[in-house]
């Protein structure tokens, strides 16, 4: 079966800019996350997606971080403006109901200048 | 916030040696599991250990679980230069597929 696809893989932007990622999760797959890996740091959980409802929000900062799962399928987070505190790795994993294994994505590395 | 610790922080052993690394929590779990993660790519998952159960294994890994005392370990035997990776503990918080990971330990595996 094919993994769960992020794009970009890498992103440079300079701060108060907006940038976007993109997730898609394994078929057939309901809950979906955003993670954020900053450097030397296990993930910290952003957000979880049941289907396009949220179930977990109370990690991600509102007042520049987005997030929607239009459809239960593919999902975007968005940052705007951005801060240098941003740089860090956003990995996008998706869960079945086989079990609580998570399965994750490349993720997207933020350069934030 | 982190839920677990692990230690060491990073660990340097030659090809053909065991790799122990060690997890340690803070409140009560259904399960724990362990990941792996090569540099710049996403997670990998290793084995999950329930709440009841005190050792599994799976093929070259060894985990235990002791949830007296919150901690739980990971051993690789015989490593290999594959083997080289951060490797991450994982707990689900208020029985929901929520996870939180612990701050991870650097395994370098010489040739």
């Known amino acids: 079966e094919a993994g769960v696809a992020q794009s970009p893989r890498y992103k440079i932007i300079e701060k108060r800019q907006s940038v976007a990622f993109w997730c898609n999760p394994i078929?057939?797959?309901?809950?979906l996350y955003w993670y954020q890996q900053i450097l030397g740091q296990g993930p910290k959980l952003l957000i979880q997606?049941?289907?396009?409802?949220?179930?977990?929000d109370s990690q991600l900062p509102k007042d520049r971080f987005s997030a929607e799962r239009l459809k239960g399928v593919d999902s975007t987070l968005k940052i705007q403006p951005a801060k240098l505190e941003d740089s860090a790795v956003y990995l996008c994993?998706?869960?079945?109901?086989?079990?609580?294994?998570?399965?994750f994505g490349p993720g997207t590395r933020l350069t934030v200048l | 916030s982190q839920q677990g610790e692990e230690d060491p922080q990073a660990l340097s052993i030659q090809e053909g040696e065991n790799a122990t690394m060690n997890c340690s929590y803070k409140?009560?779990?259904?399960?724990l599991q362990w990941y792996r993660q090569n540099s710049g790519r996403g997670l990998v998952h290793l084995i999950l250990?329930?709440?009841?159960?005190r050792e599994k294994h799976s093929g070259r890994l060894r985990v235990t679980l002791d949830t007296s005392k919150k901690s739980s370990s990971l051993l690789i035997t015989a490593s290999r230069a594959a083997d080289t990776a951060s490797y991450f503990c994982?707990?689900?918080?208020?029985?929901?597929?929520?996870?939180?990971f612990g701050t991870g330990t650097r395994l370098q595996v010489f040739p």
């Open positions: 994993a998706s869960s079945g109901n086989r079990g609580p294994r998570q399965f």
């Open positions: 078929s057939g797959h309901a809950t």
């Open positions: 997606f049941q289907n396009n409802g949220v179930v977990d």
């Open positions: 409140t009560s779990i259904n399960n």
């Open positions: 250990i329930r709440s009841n159960e």
């Open positions: 994982a707990t689900d918080v208020d029985n929901t597929d929520k996870l939180i």
